[in-house]
């Protein structure tokens, strides 16, 4: 019923007479992701999250776990992985399924394949981020593919955030210590410039340890309840220069480079290897060296003005290369004898693209009109390679079962075409504001088979070039009841095409007697949102309350039984392999209610002046409908409450924090998961900040003040046969950093 009112509603975003786009308060916090234009928070029919570069301070934040640590209903997982953090899970949601986006440029593709590969999507330096946006819901309808549950932006630091012609110069110098890895971190901004040209440099780095347990024992094998050791770095570097030669015409250009090296031993993978065909294997050591790196090179041109019919431009055009290696020695005794081998694993993706944006403003009887509208054109190339050996105590190469080295999925390049179209319509004396919004996308996916492929997947069916298109819809409507009182509801379609490797997945194993096969049918997952929300502000604070409904369509199973092979058990009888294939199948149901506000204590006393109360509760129960079972990718009930103190004088502060998260046990668990259950848990952590002068300032945290043991729910995915107490979060641990700023 929703799509044809949008589509109505934009068949009145007519040009007429121009108007000038509506300017934000300053002191607002402005958010750009819900709208792609810049509004206050109070201004968007959404619930979005800004978290700003001081919070980050503030907050000891040193990764994108960390950035999350008080956004009840958002989570990263990852605790207790050789391969560090994942993606960003939203209203129980995630993976590639929620865009990550760094100045408007997706992140990587998280990629898998059996123990040895796990590309991730941990490719930001906090240090380098102005701001991070977080859109709850789908949000297709402006940023396209994979916005199926939400979108995490990311917008790096700025010169013009430093430097103008009053103030040319800028330096800051950070220092941090964690004490749960046992991490230095530095990091230099440099900013120099005036209103005519003006560039910036931030430069980061951090060297640490694993992130401790509260596992009371050692060891090895599978029993080890301490972390596996890791010796972590990681080197960022972050430049933009601006150049504005006319007023309201400005050049940038931008590169960032991510690199980060872990080398681990993985003690827990130490011990008797059980399973497969053969007798068991007694692994004796098993280490690992794992790469990743990211750079990205941007060249931008945005114009703004008051006047004329076009009103804004922001036209960008960027490179991007991604690459995870990883490579994993072991030394293993089989009842032949003993063996080394070795694993090298690489996933590499490349993205080059360009958008337009423009945006006209004008008015259409007593309304006014805020249209942006453009285009988004990118193509992504994706390689993955796995390769290996294994040698007797001679040095002689012994036999693989599975031919090395292999491809898990064609070379594959991705086209993307988009256009799309919102009109931010504001009416009734301001008090309305409605907001429909739509996008077309044009994909297709061309295979290149080439000869390390096909050695690797020996009678796998022959990979097919695929393609699909998709419209999403979006409508927003914003009602100011009051000074004080305003509502909202918002419909919003995600869509996430079918990955190239479900499509095209290849794998053979001859003596295992099973294969994948490809499945260019497969058709895009996809969603809609409706939520519902009411904001009060007043001297006493605002609380933001929001209710909302997502149902989600053709989720792809990876690796099902082939359906074409049902009535033989699943096997193919040309060749008696056992063949599973990704098929469209689940459908997906999530409820959630939300609420978070601040209660300005200082309205009540003059003797609570600088005191306030900053509070945000999350609960979501989700169903796959399908099989009738608890979605294990809902995060738990998250309740946080923070008493904030800041000083009338503003030099100094603090925050004592309170998260409380529900357990979860067998009945909010899928039964063919065999997922650990948790217990809930209460921690406690203190925030504090001291100004020594306009130029320094020290920033301290202490973290689970109560030593409490816990296991967060995201993590439990990854636990299988170990002991859970390395899946535990570190127990009171502390962390400083010091700014100095010139």
């Given at each position: 019923?929703?799509?044809?009112l949008?589509m109505l509603?934009?068949?009145?975003a007519?040009?007429?007479q121009?108007?000038?786009?509506e300017?934000?308060?300053?002191?607002?916090t402005?958010?750009?992701?819900g709208?792609?234009?810049e509004?206050?928070?109070e201004?968007?029919?959404?619930t979005?999250?800004v978290i700003?570069?001081?919070?980050?301070?503030r907050?000891?934040?040193?990764d994108?776990?960390?950035?999350?640590?008080?956004e009840?209903g958002?989570?990263?997982?990852?605790?207790?992985?050789?391969?560090?953090?994942?993606?960003?899970?939203?209203?129980?949601?995630?993976g590639n399924?929620?865009?990550?986006?760094?100045?408007?440029?997706?992140?990587?593709?998280?990629?898998?394949?059996?123990?040895?590969?796990?590309?991730?999507r941990?490719?930001?330096?906090?240090?380098?981020?102005?701001v991070?946006e977080i859109?709850?819901?789908p949000?297709?309808s402006?940023?396209g593919?994979?916005?199926?549950?939400?979108?995490?932006s990311?917008?790096?630091?700025g010169p013009?955030?430093?430097v103008?012609?009053d103030?040319?110069?800028?330096a800051?110098?950070?220092a941090g210590y964690?004490s749960?890895d046992s991490?230095?971190a530095?990091?230099?901004?440099?900013?120099?410039?005036?209103?005519?040209?003006?560039?910036?440099?931030?430069?980061?780095?951090?060297?640490?340890d694993?992130?401790?347990t509260q596992g009371?024992?050692?060891?090895?094998?599978?029993?080890?309840?301490?972390?596996?050791p890791?010796?972590n770095?990681?080197?960022?570097?972050?430049a933009?220069?601006?150049?504005a030669?006319?007023?309201?015409h400005s050049?940038d250009?931008?590169?960032?480079l991510?690199?980060?090296?872990?080398?681990?031993?993985?003690?827990?993978?130490?011990?008797?290897?059980?399973?497969?065909?053969?007798?068991?294997t007694?692994?004796n050591?098993?280490n690992a060296?794992d790469?990743?790196e990211?750079?990205?090179l941007?060249?931008g041109?945005?114009?703004?003005?008051?006047?004329?019919?076009l009103n804004?431009?922001?036209?960008?055009v960027?490179r991007?290369t991604?690459e995870?290696?990883?490579?994993?020695?072991?030394?293993r005794?089989?009842?032949?004898?003993?063996?080394?081998?070795?694993?090298?694993?690489?996933?590499?993706?490349?993205i080059?693209g360009?958008?337009?944006?423009?945006g006209?403003?004008?008015?259409?009887?007593?309304?006014?009109h805020?249209?942006?509208?453009g285009?988004?054109y990118y193509?992504i190339?994706?390689?993955?390679?796995?390769?290996?050996?294994?040698f007797?105590?001679?040095g002689?190469?012994?036999?693989?079962?599975s031919?090395?080295?292999?491809?898990?999925?064609?070379?594959?390049?991705?086209t993307?075409?988009?256009?799309?179209i919102?009109d931010e319509?504001?009416m009734?004396?301001e008090?309305l504001?409605l907001?429909?919004?739509?996008?077309?996308?044009?994909?297709?996916?061309?295979?290149?088979?080439?000869?390390?492929?096909?050695a690797g997947?020996?009678?796998t069916t022959?990979p097919?070039?695929?393609?699909?298109?998709?419209?999403?819809l979006s409508?927003?409507?914003?009602y100011?009841?009051?000074d004080?009182v305003s509502?909202?509801?918002r419909?919003?379609?995600g869509?996430?095409?079918p990955?190239y490797?479900?499509?095209n997945v290849?794998?053979?194993n001859?003596?295992g007697g099973?294969?994948t096969i490809?499945?260019?049918?497969?058709?895009s997952e996809t969603?809609?949102g409706l939520?519902?929300g009411?904001?009060f502000?007043?001297?006493?604070?605002?609380?933001?309350?929001?209710v909302y409904?997502?149902?989600?369509?053709?989720?792809?199973?990876?690796?099902?039984?082939a359906?074409?092979f049902?009535p033989?058990g699943g096997?193919?009888p040309a060749?008696?392999?056992?063949t599973?294939?990704?098929?469209?199948?689940?459908?997906?149901?999530?409820?959630?209610?939300e609420?978070?506000g601040y209660?300005?204590?200082?309205?009540?006393?003059?003797?609570?002046?600088?005191?306030?109360?900053r509070?945000?509760?999350?609960?979501?129960?989700g169903?796959?409908?399908?099989?009738?079972?608890p979605?294990d990718?809902?995060?738990?009930?998250?309740?946080?409450?923070?008493l904030?103190?800041?000083?009338?004088?503003?030099?100094?502060g603090?925050q004592?924090?309170v998260?409380v998260?529900?357990?979860?046990?067998?009945?909010?668990i899928s039964?063919?998961?065999?997922?650990?259950?948790t217990?809930?848990?209460?921690?406690?952590d203190l925030l504090?900040?001291y100004d020594f002068?306009?130029?320094?300032s020290?920033n301290l945290?202490?973290?689970?003040?109560?030593?409490?043991?816990y296991?967060?729910?995201?993590?439990?995915?990854?636990?299988?046969?170990d002991?859970?107490?390395?899946f535990t979060?570190p127990g009171?641990?502390?962390g400083?950093?010091?700014?100095v700023?010139?």
């Amino acid at each position: 019923m929703v799509r044809p009112l949008a589509m109505l509603i934009l068949a009145f975003a007519v040009p007429a007479q121009a108007a000038a786009s509506e300017p934000a308060p300053a002191e607002e916090t402005i958010t750009v992701v819900g709208t792609r234009t810049e509004r206050t928070l109070e201004q968007v029919g959404a619930t979005i999250s800004v978290i700003s570069e001081e919070e980050i301070e503030r907050q000891i934040v040193r990764d994108i776990a960390d950035l999350v640590r008080y956004e009840p209903g958002v989570s990263v997982s990852g605790t207790g992985s050789r391969f560090g953090l994942s993606g960003f899970n939203i209203r129980g949601i995630e993976g590639n399924r929620v865009l990550t986006i760094v100045d408007g440029v997706r992140v990587a593709d998280e990629f898998s394949f059996g123990p040895f590969l796990s590309s991730r999507r941990d490719f930001v330096d906090v240090d380098s981020v102005a701001v991070v946006e977080i859109a709850r819901g789908p949000i297709s309808s402006l940023y396209g593919s994979d916005a199926l549950g939400g979108v995490v932006s990311f917008t790096t630091k700025g010169p013009q955030s430093y430097v103008n012609a009053d103030n040319p110069f800028y330096a800051g110098l950070n220092a941090g210590y964690s004490s749960d890895d046992s991490s230095f971190a530095t990091s230099a901004t440099l900013a120099a410039g005036n209103d005519l040209i003006a560039g910036v440099l931030t430069l980061t780095r951090r060297e640490g340890d694993e992130t401790e347990t509260q596992g009371s024992s050692g060891g090895v094998a599978a029993a080890r309840q301490e972390a596996d050791p890791q010796e972590n770095e990681t080197n960022s570097l972050a430049a933009k220069i601006r150049f504005a030669p006319w007023e309201n015409h400005s050049f940038d250009v931008a590169y960032d480079l991510y690199e980060q090296e872990t080398d681990a031993q993985i003690l827990s993978d130490y011990g008797l290897l059980l399973g497969g065909f053969g007798p068991p294997t007694l692994i004796n050591s098993r280490n690992a060296f794992d790469e990743r790196e990211r750079d990205k090179l941007t060249l931008g041109y945005q114009y703004n003005a008051e006047e004329g019919f076009l009103n804004r431009v922001d036209l960008k055009v960027y490179r991007q290369t991604s690459e995870s290696n990883q490579l994993t020695n072991e030394a293993r005794t089989p009842v032949s004898g003993p063996q080394t081998r070795f694993r090298y694993s690489e996933f590499e993706q490349e993205i080059d693209g360009a958008y337009l944006q423009l945006g006209s403003d004008f008015n259409v009887g007593n309304s006014t009109h805020a249209v942006t509208y453009g285009v988004d054109y990118y193509v992504i190339d994706s390689v993955s390679l796995r390769n290996g050996g294994t040698f007797d105590a001679a040095g002689v190469p012994q036999f693989e079962f599975s031919p090395l080295p292999t491809r898990d999925f064609p070379i594959t390049e991705v086209t993307q075409t988009a256009f799309f179209i919102q009109d931010e319509i504001v009416m009734l004396d301001e008090k309305l504001r409605l907001t429909p919004g739509l996008r077309y996308d044009r994909f297709d996916a061309d295979t290149e088979v080439d000869a390390v492929y096909l050695a690797g997947n020996p009678g796998t069916t022959a990979p097919e070039d695929y393609d699909d298109s998709e419209v999403t819809l979006s409508f927003a409507a914003l009602y100011q009841f009051s000074d004080n009182v305003s509502g909202f509801t918002r419909y919003s379609e995600g869509f996430r095409a079918p990955p190239y490797d479900d499509v095209n997945v290849g794998f053979t194993n001859p003596l295992g007697g099973y294969k994948t096969i490809s499945n260019p049918d497969l058709v895009s997952e996809t969603s809609q949102g409706l939520e519902v929300g009411i904001r009060f502000q007043g001297e006493f604070g605002d609380v933001n309350l929001a209710v909302y409904r997502n149902e989600y369509e053709d989720f792809i199973e990876s690796l099902a039984i082939a359906p074409e092979f049902l009535p033989f058990g699943g096997i193919d009888p040309a060749d008696g392999f056992l063949t599973f294939q990704s098929i469209n199948r689940a459908e997906v149901e999530i409820d959630g209610i939300e609420l978070n506000g601040y209660l300005e204590l200082g309205a009540f006393s003059d003797a609570l002046d600088g005191f306030g109360v900053r509070y945000a509760v999350a609960y979501a129960d989700g169903e796959d409908t399908d099989a009738d079972e608890p979605l294990d990718t809902i995060n738990p009930l998250t309740g946080v409450i923070g008493l904030v103190y800041d000083a009338p004088e503003r030099n100094w502060g603090g925050q004592l924090v309170v998260t409380v998260v529900e357990g979860k046990d067998g009945s909010d668990i899928s039964s063919a998961s065999g997922r650990l259950e948790t217990s809930g848990y209460g921690i406690v952590d203190l925030l504090a900040y001291y100004d020594f002068t306009e130029h320094v300032s020290l920033n301290l945290g202490l973290f689970n003040l109560a030593d409490k043991e816990y296991i967060r729910w995201a993590d439990t995915v990854s636990i299988g046969g170990d002991a859970p107490e390395r899946f535990t979060q570190p127990g009171f641990n502390a962390g400083a950093t010091l700014k100095v700023t010139f």
